[in-house]
């Protein structure tokens, strides 16, 4: 029976996460170095989001080990006018200290283009993440791991979010670096 939930839940994650775009609504968080980080300050520069949580035990640490490759292949094409915004599907456990901490495990490039975020409940990410990313958050009542999509969602200057790609397994970096071009060169 845990098997078929689980099931069932992955589908719907994958269903929500093939959704079209969306504009995301006004936000203001904390992000991991205690400073607050709204839509407002993203404004005029693409960004890249994901969901995570600093104890996950499966999808997150790969999926932040593939923004840091990105960020590396961004870097050496010269791309520097975009950000990487993660946002903590663990609000609770994931204080600003914890995603510093988290962050510090990985080798990237420039940290100052991060912005991992919390300071909000758990139930307001989950409706955040449906409503502004088609995306699936929800704990899992049998474990401390909570349940999330595995994309990587571009957002472009106005706060669009203009494509999305796997961000775990079959990551497109070539596509993800040609797609966050093509939104700089615009402006």
């Known amino acids: 029976m845990r098997f078929y939930s689980l099931s069932a839940l992955l589908s719907l994650v994958l269903l929500l996460s093939a959704c079209g775009s ?19 300050d993203l404004k005029g520069t693409p960004w890249l989001a994901t969901f995570v949580f600093t104890n996950c035990n499966t999808v997150c640490p790969p999926m932040t ?8 292949e961004l870097e050496a094409d010269g791309l520097s006018d975009y950000k990487i915004v993660a946002f903590s599907v663990d609000p609770v456990v994931d204080t600003p200290e914890t995603l510093q901490n988290y962050l510090a495990q990985y080798s990237v490039p420039d940290e100052s283009k991060w912005h991992l975020l919390t300071g909000y409940t758990q139930d ?10 088609k995306s699936f958050v929800r704990n899992d009542p049998e474990s401390d791991q909570v349940i999330h999509g595995t994309n ?23 596509d993800i670096k040609n797609d966050l071009r093509g939104l700089i060169e615009e402006h």
């Open 124 to 133: 307001e990410i989950a409706e955040f993440a449906k409503d502004n990313f």
């Open 152 to 174: 990587f969602y571009l957002v472009d200057q106005e706060g669009v979010v203009v494509n999305n790609y796997d961000g775990y397994d079959s990551v497109p970096v070539e």
């Open 22 to 40: 969306a504009t995301i609504d006004d936000f203001s968080y904390t992000d991991q170095r205690g400073e607050p980080v709204s839509l407002e």
């Open 65 to 72: 080990f593939n923004l840091s490759d990105i960020q590396e």
